[in-house]
């Protein structure tokens, strides 16, 4: 295991600056190269994380609110997944919701990535255990 950081720079939609530093463990079982793993990680934190942050809105008489963030997240991974696939072109009149439905029902079968999710669901679900154990 092997520590690792990085910052990210870069812009928002909209042109204002963001920038992003990280550090932790890159365990490599993505990529034999460093940061995957680690930005990965990150990135799955930044997500759950952000059920603190949308309480606010919720408050405020915005009950979907988890719903748009949610969608926004997914619209990100549609067009992540249309820029890494092998032929992009595919994708051509598709909107990024409609590429994460043809994923979901084509990809996740795939014994590899079948496996990577059982294992982060049972992360998961040990990461609520403890939880629980601490509360208590």
Partial sequence: MEK???ILKGHDRKGNML???YKGVDYKELAHFGGLDLHVNTTKHLIS??????????KEGDFLIGDKVAALYLNEIGEFYRHCHSNP????GMS???V???FIKE???VREVEAIIKNDEELMAKEQVERGEEEM
């Fill in 89 to 92: 072109d595919a994708w051509e």
């Fill in 100 to 102: 994460i439905q043809y």
């Fill in 19 to 21: 920038e992003i530093e």
């Fill in 4 to 6: 690792s950081n990085a």
């Fill in 107 to 109: 990809q996740v079968s």
């Fill in 96 to 98: 990024n919701i409609e």
């Fill in 49 to 58: 994380s952000t059920l603190e942050s949308i309480s606010f809105a919720e």
